[in-house]
């Protein structure tokens, strides 16, 4: 089954960029696409954007556009978020997921453990 | 973007009780409706995709119904493992989540 394994956490100033990688084992990396998602804490969650690998194709949400970047590298079955003009307000909990598609819904399963990013000064 | 509403944020219940949550749409989303559990600390565990369908490994006592705006989330007979937080997500349009709905012990 698949299983996604996120880097560590990070510390990082305002103003400054982070980049958080999700290692996929099992399944076959390139034919699903990869989400992320954040909570902020004590908050919800929020979707950022996806990459589907095969396709190298990417799509963001509004609020992050020019802000996010994601990508994908097939040969390491490996996804990375990069965010950049980090502020405090983009301190949380970052995770990635596989983005499951069917006709009748999408929906996220497994989930990556998660990896905590601290903005502060 | 597509509004989620969750009902209650919080939820007060004992072992045994049957939980209802609810989550409503601000415009029809079909049936393109998922529910996720949350323990503190761990990611989302997916519990029920396309409104209705459960997750292989979930317990059946956790059920989804609904379609267009409105969705419930039912768990027949609350389990101890089960006081946890619950999110509900649409995937019809840039996908949101709800606010989510923490289950605490009575």
């Known amino acids: 089954q698949v299983q996604l394994v996120q880097s560590g956490a990070e510390v990082r100033k305002p103003g400054s960029s982070v980049n958080v990688s999700c290692k996929a084992s099992?399944?076959?990396?390139?034919?699903?696409?990869i989400s992320w998602v954040r909570q902020a804490p004590g908050q919800g969650l929020e979707w950022m954007g996806g990459?589907?690998?095969?396709?190298?194709?990417?799509n963001y949400a509004q609020k992050f556009q020019g802000r996010v970047t994601i990508t994908a590298d097939e040969s390491t079955s490996t996804a990375y978020m990069e965010l950049s003009s980090l502020s405090s307000e983009d301190t949380a909990v970052y995770y990635c997921?596989?983005?499951?598609?069917?006709?009748?819904?999408?929906?996220?399963?497994?989930w990556g453990q998660g990896t905590l990013v601290t903005v502060s000064s | 973007d597509i509004q989620m509403t969750q009902s209650p944020a919080s939820l007060s219940a004992s072992v045994g009780d049957r939980v209802t949550i609810t989550c409503r749409a601000s415009?029809?989303?079909?049936?393109?409706l998922n529910w996720y559990q949350q323990k503190p600390g761990k990611a989302p565990k997916l519990l029920i995709y396309?409104?209705?369908s459960l997750q292989s490994g979930v317990p059946s006592r956790f059920s989804g119904s609904g379609s267009g705006t409105e969705f419930t989330l039912t768990i027949s007979s609350l389990q101890p493992e089960d006081f946890a937080s619950y999110f509900c997500?649409?995937?019809?349009?840039?996908?949101?989540f709800g606010q989510g709905t923490k289950v605490e012990i009575k």
């Open positions: 099992g399944g076959t990396f390139s034919s699903y696409a």
């Open positions: 396309a409104a209705s």
């Open positions: 415009q029809s989303i079909s049936s393109y």
């Open positions: 990459i589907i690998p095969i396709f190298g194709t990417t």
């Open positions: 997921a596989r983005d499951i598609s069917s006709t009748s819904s999408n929906w996220f399963d497994p």
């Open positions: 997500q649409q995937s019809y349009s840039t996908w949101t």
